[in-house]
């Protein structure tokens, strides 16, 4: 734990190693950037089988794949409900967020930032319409969240530049942010607590681009 910029306190973290991974698509070009729907179901992801990265979805069972971007699309992350993906793009000449709801013919996405920034790494919120992302602004990182829905999408920065903040996921209630902090020598990972602002080390540092079990 964090008490301004002295450490009071570490937590006790246990890692598990995948020894023997199952490969799930077979594509001959990269497919990274993988994310499970809520309902483990279906697995969206970042492929470059058609040249250029664009995202896919693949049913779990059968692994039937559908290409869901066609103007560019990388890091798909999946709303609470499983009807929606946001992932970043470059497509309107700028590095920014889109939405695009899966149940829609045609399909639309739609433009969520629309800042002179760079914005990117979106980490869908577990339960509400409110998405993580970083935002490069004056050439400093932020931790923003936007909430969708609202007639003006705003966003609020939540975690600022002092601690270069990237690659954030949310805990499975919504109360947490994860996220790698840069502003060392080394990495480090940092679970931040919306209700009181506390930062808390987790693991020693070098450490990086981790994830939150969903308990």
Not at 116 to 127: K, N, Y
């Amino acid at each position: 734990v964090l008490s301004g910029d002295s450490l009071i306190e570490r937590a006790e973290t246990i890692v598990h190693v995948i020894t023997s991974p199952e490969q799930f698509t077979l594509s001959t070009r990269t497919d990274w950037e993988g994310e499970y729907a809520h309902s483990g179901r279906q697995l969206a992801y970042t492929s470059f089988r058609s040249g250029d990265p664009e995202v896919w979805v693949a049913d779990v069972d059968s692994r039937f794949s559908e290409r869901i971007t066609f103007s560019g699309g990388r890091n798909p992350v999946w709303s609470p409900d499983g009807r929606g993906l946001v992932f970043w793009s470059d497509r309107s000449g700028s590095r920014d967020l889109w939405f695009v709801d899966l149940g829609q013919k045609p399909r639309e996405a739609v433009r969520l930032t629309k800042y002179s920034s760079t914005d990117w790494m979106p980490a869908f919120h577990p339960l509400e319409q409110k998405v993580a992302y970083i935002s490069k602004r004056d050439k400093e990182l932020r931790l923003m969240v936007l909430e969708l829905g609202a007639e003006d999408t705003v966003s609020v920065e939540v975690v600022g530049p002092e601690r270069y903040p990237m690659f954030p996921r949310w805990s499975a209630d919504g109360g947490n942010l994860l996220f790698t902090s840069f502003a060392d020598s080394l990495p480090e990972l940092i679970l931040y607590t919306l209700e009181n602002g506390a930062f808390v080390q987790i693991g020693p540092q070098g450490c990086e681009d981790a994830d939150l079990s969903p308990d």
